[in-house]
């Protein structure tokens, strides 16, 4: 069980008290011995006189040691012991004795020893002779030392005993300090609970639930203050918080990659766009960003951080730098800002996608009477050829109406391609969401392809985690997957292998990979490869029977999904498509 601990006033209120009781007591210690020694002081004066008075009597020539009871008689009381020695300590008498040769040499004796030496001496000591204490006052004259004493027990020890009226006032300024400061000690721990209760409140960010109350001392304003800035520093804490939310959307949904990273080049944030223009400009996917520095096409924007970071350290403004990197058929500009903490901000703009976007649709409308017209002209043609030789023989005519069924199919298709599109286009309202499995979807895809893949020889390795859902458009999807698969199975070539993998994924984004081994493509046809109607070998093309279209769908499938597509050429050969889906 917990133990419960001491309130910190009575831990104060404790401490202060045992200090001041032993303040008090060194007082009442240092004033009793003081006054001791005052009063052994005053009683030595006293005894001293007797010592004299006894000597005064002594001097007369017709007295001696054998009549030295009547002089002591009528000088001194009953009380005092008188006690004459030789110089040598020798006791020539002792009125508390009758028989003196019984008495050791008292030169050792402490009142003796200063007689001796100082001419008088005094101590309070307990007597060897009589087993009692004695205060003992010793004078040296000439031919003896005379020692007065009283017993310490007797009536006369009051002149030892420290004065009571000290003690009192002691007493009773020492109740009045302890009670005065019993009461401030507890207001103080009224504002020490407080901050206490304040502390661990804070440490665990919780808002304050604690009643401040009116305070009439310094340290309960101070805890006042404290509880009031705490709660502004919440509030704007929040607000932060909200701004930083929103910062952070901005820049996930930004038209141009975006990174941050520590002084040390270490991964703060980073955009899917970001992620993506990476893996295109690398010549490996790139999982982790921090290696992106030690990239090739990254040397001179990491030798600008580099020199960045060695310049100046109390740099009050943020310096920056611009690269071009063309690679893949896509032209990038990078821009890089060091700022006065030597965090470093990245961002990649595909320069090109504007263009292209003007050259495309420049061309769109070309493209689609272009390949309208192919087989609206094959089934025109093959019609008059029936029409104009009515004897025209029946297999010539069945061959002839079957090539024109197949140009319909094609012009269906075709037609159901620019739809769809065209449905990209406009609005995407018109497609319903729903939880999609795209482990399930891509590996049924594969299955409905296998006849495709066994006459061709080729081979499908597939890198997708178990059960990875996301919520979108089935058919979109469906379609992304589709058409990317038969794009490998006509182009890739014979005896090759297509990868599918999901190399990552965070909160928001899934990244793909689609590649195979083939041939590849010439990089000058790398970024058009999205385009409407575009071809590489038109002739080859139209004799697989495709639309040109299947990777546009893809493109567009891929931005409804809030994502970003984008081709490249494997080191290793074939081509690789990178993706990314939102998840939601």
């Given at each position: 069980?917990?133990?419960?601990?001491?309130?910190?006033?009575?831990?104060?209120?404790y401490?202060?008290?045992?200090?001041?009781?032993?303040?008090?007591?060194?007082?009442?210690?240092?004033?009793?011995?003081?006054?001791?020694?005052f009063?052994?002081?005053?009683?030595?004066?006293?005894?001293?006189?007797?010592?004299?008075?006894?000597?005064?009597?002594?001097?007369?020539?017709?007295?001696?040691?054998?009549?030295?009871?009547?002089?002591?008689?009528?000088?001194?009381?009953?009380?005092v012991?008188?006690?004459?020695?030789?110089?040598?300590?020798?006791?020539?008498?002792?009125?508390?004795?009758?028989?003196?040769?019984?008495?050791?040499?008292?030169?050792?004796?402490?009142?003796?020893?200063?007689?001796?030496?100082?001419?008088?001496?005094?101590?309070?000591?307990?007597?060897?002779?009589?087993?009692?204490?004695?205060?003992?006052?010793?004078?040296?004259?000439?031919?003896?030392?005379?020692?007065?004493?009283?017993?310490?027990?007797?009536?006369?020890?009051?002149?030892?005993?420290?004065?009571?009226?000290?003690?009192?006032?002691?007493?009773?300024?020492?109740?009045?300090?302890?009670?005065?400061?019993?009461?401030?000690?507890?207001?103080?721990?009224?504002?020490?609970?407080?901050l206490?209760?304040?502390?661990?409140q804070?440490?665990q960010?919780?808002?304050?639930?604690?009643?401040?109350?009116?305070?009439?001392?310094?340290?309960?304003?101070?805890?006042?203050?404290?509880?009031?800035?705490?709660?502004?520093?919440?509030?704007?804490?929040?607000?932060?918080?909200?701004?930083?939310?929103?910062?952070?959307?901005?820049?996930?949904?930004?038209?141009?990659?975006?990174?941050?990273?520590?002084e040390?080049?270490?991964?703060?944030?980073?955009?899917?766009?970001?992620?993506?223009?990476?893996?295109?400009?690398?010549?490996?996917?790139?999982?982790?960003?921090?290696?992106?520095?030690?990239?090739?096409?990254?040397?001179?924007?990491?030798?600008?951080?580099?020199?960045?970071?060695?310049?100046?350290?109390?740099?009050?403004?943020?310096?920056?730098?611009?690269?071009?990197?063309?690679?893949?058929?896509?032209?990038?500009?990078?821009?890089?800002?060091?700022?006065?903490?030597?965090?470093?901000?990245?961002?990649?703009?595909?320069?090109?996608?504007?263009?292209?976007?003007?050259?495309?649709?420049?061309?769109?409308?070309?493209?689609?009477?272009?390949?309208?017209?192919?087989?609206?002209?094959?089934?025109?043609?093959?019609?008059?050829?029936?029409?104009?030789?009515?004897?025209?023989?029946?297999d010539?005519?069945?061959?002839?109406?079957?090539?024109?069924?197949?140009?319909?199919?094609?012009?269906?298709?075709?037609l159901?391609?620019?739809?769809?599109?065209?449905?990209?286009?406009?609005?995407?309202d018109?497609?319903?969401?729903?939880?999609?499995?795209?482990?399930?979807?891509?590996?049924?895809?594969v299955?409905?392809?296998?006849?495709?893949?066994?006459?061709?020889?080729?081979?499908?390795?597939i890198?997708?985690?178990?059960?990875l859902?996301?919520?979108?458009?089935?058919?979109?999807?469906?379609?992304?997957?589709?058409?990317?698969?038969?794009?490998?199975?006509?182009?890739?070539?014979?005896?090759?292998?297509?990868?599918?993998?999901?190399?990552?994924?965070?909160?928001?984004?899934?990244?793909?990979?689609?590649?195979?081994?083939?041939?590849?493509?010439?990089?000058?046809?790398?970024?058009?490869?999205?385009?409407?109607?575009?071809?590489?070998?038109?002739?080859?093309?139209?004799?697989?029977?495709?639309?040109?279209?299947?990777?546009?769908?893809?493109?567009?499938?891929?931005?409804?999904?809030?994502?970003?597509?984008?081709?490249?050429?494997r080191?290793?050969?074939?081509?690789?498509?990178?993706?990314?889906?939102?998840?939601?």
């Amino acid at each position: 069980m917990p133990t419960s601990r001491m309130p910190f006033h009575k831990k104060l209120f404790y401490t202060i008290t045992s200090l001041f009781a032993g303040f008090v007591l060194t007082v009442f210690l240092f004033q009793y011995n003081r006054e001791k020694e005052f009063r052994k002081q005053i009683l030595n004066s006293v005894l001293q006189d007797y010592n004299s008075i006894i000597n005064k009597g002594l001097s007369d020539e017709s007295i001696t040691l054998n009549n030295v009871d009547s002089v002591i008689s009528t000088y001194t009381k009953d009380s005092v012991r008188i006690t004459i020695l030789d110089l040598l300590g020798n006791v020539l008498f002792d009125n508390g004795l009758f028989d003196v040769d019984t008495l050791k040499n008292h030169i050792s004796r402490p009142e003796i020893k200063q007689a001796l030496i100082n001419g008088a001496g005094y101590a309070l000591r307990k007597s060897e002779t009589f087993g009692k204490s004695y205060f003992y006052a010793s004078h040296k004259f000439d031919r003896y030392i005379i020692r007065t004493s009283l017993p310490f027990n007797s009536s006369r020890n009051t002149w030892l005993k420290i004065d009571s009226q000290f003690i009192y006032f002691l007493i009773i300024s020492s109740l009045l300090v302890i009670i005065t400061l019993s009461y401030f000690c507890a207001k103080l721990g009224k504002s020490i609970s407080l901050l206490q209760d304040f502390s661990e409140q804070a440490q665990q960010g919780k808002p304050l639930n604690i009643a401040l109350q009116p305070s009439d001392n310094d340290i309960g304003d101070i805890t006042s203050n404290i509880f009031r800035i705490y709660q502004y520093l919440l509030k704007t804490k929040e607000e932060l918080s909200i701004e930083k939310e929103k910062l952070l959307k901005h820049l996930q949904f930004s038209k141009e990659g975006l990174a941050i990273f520590t002084e040390n080049k270490e991964e703060i944030f980073a955009n899917n766009l970001f992620i993506q223009y990476i893996n295109i400009i690398a010549d490996r996917e790139i999982c982790s960003l921090d290696y992106i520095f030690g990239l090739p096409d990254f040397e001179k924007i990491a030798g600008f951080i580099n020199r960045a970071h060695l310049s100046d350290k109390d740099k009050k403004e943020y310096i920056n730098q611009s690269s071009y990197i063309h690679k893949n058929g896509k032209s990038f500009q990078i821009e890089c800002i060091v700022f006065q903490d030597n965090t470093i901000e990245i961002a990649i703009n595909n320069i090109t996608q504007q263009e292209e976007e003007n050259r495309l649709k420049r061309q769109l409308t070309q493209n689609i009477a272009h390949e309208l017209k192919t087989p609206v002209s094959s089934i025109q043609g093959y019609m008059e050829t029936i029409i104009s030789n009515p004897d025209l023989q029946e297999d010539k005519r069945k061959q002839f109406l079957e090539r024109c069924y197949a140009q319909t199919i094609r012009l269906t298709g075709l037609l159901h391609d620019i739809s769809l599109l065209n449905r990209l286009d406009e609005s995407n309202d018109l497609f319903d969401l729903s939880t999609v499995n795209l482990s399930y979807m891509i590996h049924d895809t594969v299955s409905e392809s296998d006849e495709k893949l066994k006459n061709r020889k080729m081979l499908v390795n597939i890198d997708i985690p178990d059960n990875l859902t996301i919520k979108g458009n089935h058919s979109l999807l469906y379609s992304i997957f589709r058409n990317l698969l038969d794009n490998a199975i006509a182009y890739a070539g014979i005896e090759t292998s297509i990868s599918i993998k999901c190399y990552r994924q965070d909160n928001d984004y899934l990244y793909f990979s689609f590649s195979d081994t083939g041939i590849g493509v010439p990089e000058e046809h790398l970024n058009r490869l999205f385009e409407r109607f575009y071809r590489i070998d038109k002739g080859r093309s139209r004799k697989l029977g495709g639309t040109g279209l299947g990777l546009a769908i893809v493109k567009n499938a891929v931005l409804f999904h809030k994502g970003e597509i984008s081709a490249k050429n494997r080191i290793s050969g074939g081509l690789e498509f990178l993706f990314t889906l939102k998840k939601s």
